[in-house]
């Protein structure tokens, strides 16, 4: 039936998870996010991360005054976690609604993530106090440790750190961010969606591991957690077709200097906020699923967050798109979009 549609109308999405970086970057990345999506859950890693609700309501401020107001676009501040954090200051900031969630970063797991949580055990009293007062956890879920294969970090994570803490606060929520194996698909799915969702990214749900080494190395396709095989790729892509309420969109949009992703220490991440809705249409399509495109972009999240939906649509048209090639932050840096100077067969309209 989806082969001949040429034009849809849906609840205008929001992204679930989104980096926007700060002074030069944020200015020139956020209106790719303002264009397509209402909302956006933005992620607190940035060098000095927003651990308190006095960082985050500059970071908030900075965030609005860099867009242009041709956008009602609502950024979600979350709080990012360390041994230090306080559960009276998270308390406060969520019930002031100055974070919506907060984060778990491992120690070491990704960008921005060395004063990341080492041992669980140490923020113990403030999981309870998020799970009383009903405050999402979002996890990095990737077990950091040398002695784990890159590959496996997510399902060691499930196993050593995720079901334990399942356990011991099951009624915190949590959110798996950025699932990309076909073990945490099966794991979310058996969970109440109340209490355990996840979100998954365009290139999660486009690539698998080959393509970061097709025709040499690619370092723009280098994220964390690092693309799986095929079969991965294919979970992702069947669950969300089944329109399983546990899924919602969260691109993972993570702009880094060209300069930066091309080095002897490239760093991970992937830009996607130009393409990222259109490329989550072309797999609904591909996979003859637009009935639940709705549900993934602009309703299981919002139903996870205890957030009204959006009262907006956005038309997205049959006509194709060509993605831009780069964004120029000044002079003499740019940052390589996901897809860059590719076509895609939608556009908005
Ligand atoms: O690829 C990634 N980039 N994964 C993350 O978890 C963080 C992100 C970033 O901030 O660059
Ligand atoms: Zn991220």
């Not at 995720?162 to 011991?168: A, D, F, Q, S, Y």
Request: hydrophobic residues 35%; charged residues 25%.
């Amino acid at each position: 039936m989806s082969k001949f549609i040429k034009k849809i109308t849906i609840i205008k999405p929001d992204d679930w998870h989104v980096h926007l970086r700060d002074e030069k970057i944020l200015k020139k990345v956020i209106h790719y996010t303002g264009k397509f999506y209402q909302r956006a859950l933005i992620m607190p890693n940035l060098d000095n991360p927003i651990t308190n609700c006095l960082k985050s309501i500059h970071y908030k401020k900075r965030i609005l005054n860099s867009m242009k107001l041709k956008y009602k676009f609502q950024p979600l501040m979350t709080c990012y976690l360390t041994r230090f954090t306080k559960s009276k200051e998270l308390r406060n900031g969520f019930l002031k609604k100055i974070f919506i969630a907060a984060k778990l970063y491992p120690n070491d797991s990704t960008t921005n993530s060395r004063t990341g949580i080492k041992n669980i055990n140490c923020i113990t009293s403030v999981l309870e106090c998020m799970e009383k007062i009903g405050m999402p956890l979002l996890v990095h879920g990737e077990e950091i440790n040398k002695n784990i294969d890159i590959y496996d970090r997510e399902l060691k994570f499930i196993e050593n750190t995720l079901e334990p803490l399942r356990k011991k606060f099951p009624k915190l929520k949590i959110v798996l961010e950025h699932i990309t194996t076909k073990d945490s698909v099966e794991y979310v799915k058996k969970s109440n969606p109340k209490y355990l969702s996840a979100t998954i990214t365009p290139h999660h749900l486009m690539l698998d591991r080959n393509d970061m080494f097709i025709g040499g190395i690619q370092p723009h396709l280098y994220c964390l957690p690092i693309l799986k095989k095929n079969t991965d790729k294919e979970a992702l892509r069947e669950v969300i077709a089944r329109g399983d309420k546990h899924f919602f969109l969260g691109s993972d949009t993570a702009p880094h200097l060209c300069k930066n992703k091309i080095n002897f220490f490239g760093s991970a991440g992937i830009f996607n906020a130009p393409c990222s809705l259109l490329c989550y249409m072309h797999v609904f399509e591909e996979m003859n699923a637009l009935k639940y495109f709705q549900s993934f972009c602009s309703e299981n999240g919002p139903k996870f967050y205890n957030l009204p939906i959006n009262k907006e649509t956005i038309t997205l048209i049959k006509k194709p798109c060509t993605i831009i090639k780069k964004v120029n932050i000044d002079k003499k840096n740019i940052i390589i979009p996901f897809l860059s100077g590719q076509n895609l067969n939608w556009s908005l309209e």
